[in-house]
């Protein structure tokens, strides 16, 4: 998601499980005790840049009255849909880059430490927050021990442990959660046109924007990972062909698949007797789940989740998603691999 003019001047609850956030900013600003620093958490797919894109427009807006939404008229609101608001400085990894540097930080600084430059408030946005270096945070941590008024710094993140807890203790904390399952399915439905697939939201974390992306390749993701994942099982396939194949372009929702699938596979485990979990991908990689070893299955959860973490530093991918599936495929334990062929 970026900061383009349509999602600045969207209002501040476009999406249902916004309303709560919402709700706690509007009587932060009635109050007139409005943070200088929000730590906007929660996980990916559920539209924190859009929410902190909105509060900033609606902050900036000079023609919303009493309402809490930007009006879409002002000459604050033409500037933010042009994405040149002079007061709004947004915080990103630079194009070459995968982190916020400590230089960026210090521009964005001085900004918000001089007068507004039209009559209201100065807003900063980073995101994702935990792209920025420790030397950035620090930096970061010295604004916000004086911060000028009627100044907001937003940290957008999905892994606020990522952030100083020094950084984090001197934010007040905003979260976007996921809606439940129900909500969830309920608005994908509505934004799609369709029934929602099973195990769609599952595999998106229950987000419904990252669900949302995920639909249109969700049949073709399903299908291929379950074909994968069964060679692999089945010894037909080495880690480093498999990992070739997720590869590419698709790589985020495959892991995403993966986690999801061993989730299924401990909830399968550690289910009641006689209580049938349906685990994605046929009746082999069903007869798996009930004979994987459980702590192994829990060590390859945390073992994708580092995974993500690594590819967005500047680790070799396909080495890293290689060694993964080479612990996916012991995953039966060793003398069972073979057991798993059809
Ligand atoms: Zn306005």
Known sequence: ?????????????IYPWHEQARLRMQAAETSERFPHAVLVHGPAGV???????????TLLCTGRGQRFEACGECADCMLCRAGSHPDL????????KKS??????????????????????????????????????????KTLEEPAPRTLLMLVTSQPSRLLPTLRSRCQRLEI?????????????????????????????????????????????????????QELLAGRVEACAAAADMMGDGLPARLDWLE???ALVIRARIAATGTHV??????????????????????????????????????AAQLVIEALLVEVAGLPGRKGVSRWAP
């Open 1 to 13: 998601m970026t900061d383009t003019a349509a999602t600045v001047l969207q209002p501040l609850d």
């Open 47 to 57: 539209g924190k840049e859009r929410f902190a894109a909105a509060l900033a427009a």
């Open 89 to 96: 400085h947004w915080l990103r990894p630079l194009e070459d």
């Open 100 to 141: 916020i540097g400590v230089d960026q930080v210090r521009v964005a600084c001085e900004k918000l430490a001089m007068t507004s430059m039209r009559r209201g408030f100065r807003v900063a946005i980073v995101q994702p927050a935990q792209a920025m270096t420790t030397s950035a945070q620090n930096a970061l941590l």
């Open 177 to 229: 959660a996921c809606p439940t399952t129900p909500d969830a399915s309920a608005w994908l439905q509505r934004e799609t046109g369709a029934a929602v697939a099973d195990g769609l939201l599952e595999i998106a974390g229950g987000a419904p924007l990252r669900a949302l992306e995920i639909a249109p390749h969700f049949e073709a993701l399903d299908g291929q990972m379950s074909a994968l994942l």
């Open 260 to 262: 999801s699938w061993l």
């Open 278 to 315: 349906t685990i994605r991908g046929g009746p082999v990689l069903q007869r798996t789940a009930g004979e994987v070893n459980i702590s192994a299955a829990f060590r390859l959860v945390d073992r994708v989740r580092e995974v993500r973490r690594l590819l967005e530093g500047s680790a």
